[in-house]
């Protein structure tokens, strides 16, 4: 084993949000990217597109398109033989949540791309386009993996009112859903390069859940054998990473077995690097941080007094402890009186 070079792709100073991790994974990670869109896609429509030659749009592109909100992570896929430069804008769109009006925002995206596109395309004398202008297509992606199965609208047309007689103005645009509470695990794809996809996939399927550490640590020896590979060293440690920010209630035996895995994995110097740059009092907010919110989502919004209490508090073994009194409690006036907060 050698040495690894910490992630630059991964910032260790701000917390590693769901999203934001998708984000990382789905477009830091090309052959992630290439993978997901070929298990995800219809045969008839991976007949017609190029993935080979997906690129990830970023930065001033993003800024320039999105306004008022934006897409998760935009692919620009090209169209197999086509005369002209004709590409498909895939936007992917992450729910760690059941939201049942998920596909009027993404539709949204597509508003906004194409009113970029005709503003893009308006002639600087006359204001208008040309009569062939035609905008890009764009295909929607909601990739979920709550609690608890997606079950909100694919197409904008549902989640607005239906009056007989009206049904053709409603506005048609059908999203694509990636619920990975409907895969079982043993579907999901770990062949080959298809692992760096199959390991994420993986890890937020069951983020949410009790006492993963064992199986993570599966997870993990199943990408060793490309530990020497850069890009695959940068995904352990983002993997490594969301697993210690988001997966609670495990036991503290099993995540120190994780811990030394991706030591001996990537090198303790590595590892002792990525600690130092997550550092004691950001780990405590973020914990402190994630503790309200499990029990806003249990019991509802803790009083103001128990939530300053909380976020006074300065070690991250007393956040540890209010979790495991949290779990077991069933209402917050019960959690309240079990706790003995200054």
Known sequence: MKESKVSELIDYTVPLTHDKFFCT?????????NEFLRIVLPPKVLEVLDVDGLTVETGTFLN?????????????????????????????????????????????????????????????????????FRLSLVILIIIHHGRSRFTGATNVSEVYHKIEGLEEYLPQQKAILFDLNTIPEENLPF??????????????????????????????????????????????????????SRAKYQRDGDVWKVNETVKDILGEKTVSTILEKIGDKFRVESEAKLLIRSLTLRFGSPSESLTNRIRAITDISEIDRLYDIAFYCESIEAFEHEVELP
Not at 101 to 130: H, L
Request: charged share 25%; hydrophobic share 40%.
């Open 25 to 33: 994974m789905f477009s830091k990670f090309t052959d992630i990217a």
């Open 64 to 132: 320039e398109v999105f306004k008022e909100s934006r897409a998760d992570v935009v692919y620009r896929v090209p169209v197999r033989n086509s005369e002209k430069l004709i590409c498909i804008y895939t936007f992917l769109e992450h729910k760690s949540s059941n939201d049942p009006v998920a596909v009027r925002q993404v539709f949204s995206y597509s508003v906004q791309f194409g009113d970029a596109e005709i503003k893009a395309a308006k002639d600087d004398n006359s204001g208008s386009v040309n009569a062939d």
């Open 191 to 244: 062949d080959g390069k298809r692992v760096q996809l199959g390991s994420v996939l993986w890890l937020m399927k069951n983020i949410f859940k009790m006492n993963i550490a064992t199986r993570f640590n599966v997870v993990l020896e199943r990408l060793r054998p490309y530990s020497d590979i850069p890009l695959y060293s940068e995904l352990i440690q983002g993997l490594w990473y969301y697993f210690s």
